[in-house]
């Protein structure tokens, strides 16, 4: 049987990336000694008021559909913290729910770009982006963030990669996989290049309130950049909510007029009774969010101070989020390798990040979503492999 050319633009490196990982997954359900870093699936549970609201608007009956676009309620409260915290006017109709931060990348995709488009995209970049940009027939131009300036975009690049055919800038900041976030100088020249060439910028924020000690600045606050970004948002991992699937887009009112139509045939709103919890994670300022953002902090620096003392890797030590790259060169083994070879050897699961951009060759993604002493055992599995390597310093 013949299938749509779609299913070869959606499959790639990308998605065989996650290979290490879903068997690290399997074999951990099937009772192995396994410690998974290769994913950024936090470790906490959702704070208890965000659940107590949801399970009471469930037991109240509130399961019919929802408006497509999401509760007024929720878009309201997303606008307002998004006006607090760029200056930039905002209200319910520039905001569309989504099923997690991802399917607003793809709905964004989809509204946006079209067969022949050019997209311009810093890497390493998610891995999911590859299959998402070209989806609706786009070409990915990646521009390079170089591991010898810790994975920091330098703009110009992105200036030289712009053509005729160049649509849109996607990127994440914090960036996921590298962690590193965007400097304001940054943006605003990419703010330029958009209003000099007419693009449209997107925007991954997932991790913009798990920073380290630097300031957060979003694309979409900067002057002349109203009409043309699109910030993606997500409680995915500020709340540790992966699970609820709660995301959002925010743009101009015309993008989310064409999201409410592809809603319409894609994904019919969200259920309510996860709505009215998501309210309260946006209203309120919950306790555990700023625990869980220190606490990534903690075995942020736990980790990179244990790795560093590893002769043949290094680690690039994150602005933000609950990831960091490591490199693994001096090793002599390819990232792939290297990850394969760990796994088998001690039940870490990290990933390779090669497939992630050709910046990220010979590094790995190390993820800080296990338990304080898990990692520490991790760190102590991964010391012990690296020095067993042959060749490895002692």
Not at 95 to 122: H, K, N, R, T
Not at 278 to 305: G, P, S
Request: hydrophobic share 45%; aromatic share 6%.
């Amino acid at each position: 049987m013949r299938f749509s050319p779609l299913v070869d633009r959606i499959g790639g490196e990308g998605a065989a990336a996650w290979e290490i990982h879903y068997r690290a997954v399997s074999d951990q359900r099937a009772g192995r000694d396994v410690i998974i870093l290769s994913v950024g699936d936090p470790d906490f549970d959702t704070p208890a008021a965000i659940t107590e609201a949801t399970i009471a608007a469930l037991k109240a009956g509130d399961t019919h559909y929802s408006d497509l676009l999401g509760l007024e309620e929720l878009r309201a409260a997303i606008a307002r913290r998004f006006q607090a915290k760029t200056g930039q006017p905002t209200t319910l109709d520039n905001v569309a729910v989504m099923a997690g931060a991802q399917c607003g990348l793809f709905a964004s995709s989809l509204c946006l770009l079209a067969p022949g488009d050019e997209v311009i995209v810093p890497e390493p970049m998610y891995v999911t982006y590859e299959a998402t940009l070209q989806a609706p027939g786009a070409t990915i131009v990646p521009v390079p963030q170089r591991a010898e300036n810790e994975f920091h975009l330098d703009a110009e690049d992105v200036a030289r990669a712009l053509t005729k055919r160049t649509r849109a800038i996607y990127f994440a900041t914090p960036c996921n996989p590298t962690g590193a976030m965007m400097t304001r100088e940054c943006l605003e020249r990419i703010a330029q290049l958009a209003a000099a060439n007419d693009l449209w910028v997107v925007s991954d924020e997932v991790y913009a309130t798990l920073t380290f000690g630097k300031e957060h600045v979003s694309i979409a606050g900067l002057p002349g950049m109203a009409d043309r970004a699109v910030t993606v948002g997500s409680l995915s991992k500020s709340h540790a909510m992966t699970g609820w699937r709660m995301g959002w887009i925010i743009g101009p009112k015309a993008l989310i007029d064409h999201v409410h139509n592809l809603s319409m045939a894609m994904l019919y709103g969200l259920p309510t009774f996860l709505q009215r919890g998501a309210i309260v994670a946006l209203e309120h300022d919950l306790a555990e969010v700023e625990t869980m953002r220190a606490t990534y902090q903690r075995r942020r620096d736990a980790a990179v101070a244990r790795l560093n003392q590893v002769p043949g890797v290094k680690c690039h030590s994150p602005d933000a989020g609950m990831f960091m790259m490591l490199d693994v060169r001096g090793t002599g083994l390819r990232s792939g390798e290297f990850s394969r070879r760990l796994y088998e050897a001690t039940g870490v699961s990290v990933l390779d990040a090669t497939a992630l951009g050709r910046s990220a060759e010979g590094h790995v993604r190390v993820s800080f979503v296990a338990d304080d002493k898990s990692l520490e055992e991790a760190c102590r599995r991964i010391s012990g492999f690296v020095r067993g390597l042959p060749g490895a310093a002692a």
